[in-house]
Each structure stands twice: as C-alpha cells, then as structure tokens.
C-alpha cells in the first residue's frame, strides 16, 4: 500500500488521474533538471549558441566568445560529458558541433521565448 504524502484531496479527480498516468519516473526528472543546471550556465550557452552555426574547433571559439583556449576547452568537457556536444579529431585539431538536433531545437526555442518576453 502507497504512504498517502498529501495533505489534500483531489477535486477533478479525472484530470488528476489523467495526469498522474503521463508523469515520468523521478529518475527522467532528475536526468532533464541536470540537462538543464548543464545548460544554465551563460558561457555553456553561448558556447552552444557557436556551435549552432556549425562545427567549430577549440581556437575559433576561443576568439568568437573571447576567451582562452583552456577556459573553452573546460567548459567544451562540462557540455561533451552532458551528452551537448560531439568532437570529431582532424589532425591535430578537434572540432566540436551540437550533439543532435534536439539540442538545436531546445536552445532556439528557448532564445525565441526570452526574445518575445
């Protein structure tokens, strides 16, 4: 038997059925708040804002964001760890682009929400 934890009683109990049945596990919830806490960070998002234009190696976006190639690097891991972006080696550079479209889709819509507030 479930441990009842609300103090409250339903009023449209067919919504709250509803709902309760489409809820995803805790586990999905905390996987999409770390998804965001990655992208949360102002340097991360432009740096994924970059590579929303195409694939581009640790110097070019060092000099687009203005900032050191080591700084990029560490903040390129952070977003390669989380799944963000991807690399790919061409001698000895290494070029980064945004993992899936997914990735694409959620940071635009995003900037098209701040955009129209």
């Known amino acids: 038997m479930a441990v009842k934890q609300t103090d409250c009683e339903a009023l449209n109990i067919e919504l709250v059925e509803k709902t309760k049945n489409k809820m995803h596990s805790k586990n999905v919830f905390d996987n999409t708040a770390d998804f965001f806490k990655v992208m949360g960070d102002c340097t991360r998002l432009r740096l994924l804002w970059a590579l929303d234009g195409g694939e581009m190696c640790v110097c070019d976006l060092a000099v687009v964001l203005n900032m050191t190639k080591s700084a990029v690097s560490h903040q390129l891991k952070t977003l390669k760890d989380a799944k963000l972006v991807k690399s790919r ?27 129209e507030c």
């Open 89 to 115: 080696r061409a001698g000895k550079n290494v070029y980064y682009s945004l993992d899936d479209d997914h990735i694409k889709t959620v940071l635009e819509m995003a900037l098209v929400h701040i955009n």
